[in-house]
């Protein structure tokens, strides 16, 4: 089910074609081969898009996104052209896109998102606990939540249409999916990012608990890192120092907004989005803002 409420929807580009939009990004065709993808303010929780934003939620992830895609790409190709997305849009429109867009390469995308876990968090605790397991890869007993895994795994998702959850699949099952020969190489770049990634963060303070990648395939089958990397919105960011076996640590991300839903509306997600008239206080938003800032600053300085 589309859960995205029209309302939450930022001034949209006339200049050129919609592509899609997602729950935070809006893509635009630039000709055939390129793609201009703004990151709006938007804020999506428990797959619902939010009706009030969080402001300069977009230029932050975008910072974000270009100071990891800059350092990692001795290990993988991105896909940035290179240009200014200002170029691309008419005087009018370039306040809409500075400071919080892409501009892109076209790419066939690999339909499953890469997801690399270094500590037991989410979705992964919960199954280990029932399996000892998780997305098919056996892991040591005595486990706990947020505790650190003996080595990073690799654990894809198959991608969902909006509004729905993405589905954990075993690595045999992407195999199958998108080729031995593809997933193989899928796994193990995302291997090579995560721990240079997780090695950086370590030295600033952060650990990466999780995160997730998505790739694709320009015309000449090259595999290229795509879409946003190593952001809030794509990762578990925690505090070094606060992070305790057994307990879930403090993140740097929109947990405040999630708090606050399930607080005030138990079941919220799965009975729907806010109840007509509800918003979110002002300090609850500034709070996201301040986490997603902070991990910002930390990391990219």
């Known amino acids: 089910m589309n859960m995205i409420d029209s309302s939450a929807y930022g001034p949209p580009l006339r200049s050129l074609p919609l592509i899609a939009r997602g729950k935070v990004r809006d893509n635009y065709a630039v000709g055939s081969d390129r793609i201009l993808m703004v990151a709006s303010d938007r804020l999506s929780a428990f797959d619902v898009v939010l009706p009030q934003p969080v402001p300069g939620k977009g230029a932050i992830l975008t910072e974000m996104a270009l100071f990891w895609f800059g350092k990692l790409g001795h290990i993988v190709p991105n896909h940035l052209t290179g240009e200014a997305p200002e170029s691309v849009v008419p005087d009018d429109e370039k306040p809409l896109v500075r400071g919080r867009s892409m501009l892109v390469k076209r790419l066939t995308p690999i339909p499953v998102e890469a997801v690399v876990r270094g500590y037991l968090a989410g979705s992964g605790w919960k199954e280990y606990q029932a399996s ?57 770049v995302s291997l090579r990012i995560y721990t240079a990634a997780a090695e950086h963060a370590r030295s600033r ?92 600053q930390i990391l990219a300085g």
Not at 170 to 184: E, N, V
Not at 223 to 240: C, H, I, K
Not at 248 to 273: A, C, H, M
């Open 205 to 296: 303070g952060i650990v990466i608990a999780d995160t997730k990648f998505e790739f694709g395939l320009d015309a000449q089958g090259t595999l290229v890192l795509m879409d946003e990397v190593l952001t809030p919105d794509s990762s578990r960011f925690w505090p070094a120092e606060q992070v305790r076996e057994g307990e879930n640590p403090p993140s740097y991300d929109k947990q405040p907004i999630r708090d606050w839903l399930q607080r005030e509306y138990p079941g919220f997600g799965s009975t729907g989005g806010l109840p007509a008239g509800a918003s979110i206080p002002d300090s609850v938003i500034q709070a996201c803002v301040e986490r997603y800032r902070r991990a910002q």
């Open 132 to 188: 000892g397991s998780v997305c098919g890869v056996p892991l040591p007993p005595g486990l706990n939540n947020a505790s650190r895994l003996p080595e990073p795994i690799f654990t894809p998702a198959a991608k969902a249409a909006v509004g729905e959850h993405d589905e954990n699949i075993s690595f045999d099952d992407m195999s199958r999916r998108i080729g031995a020969d593809l997933a193989a190489k899928v796994r193990d």
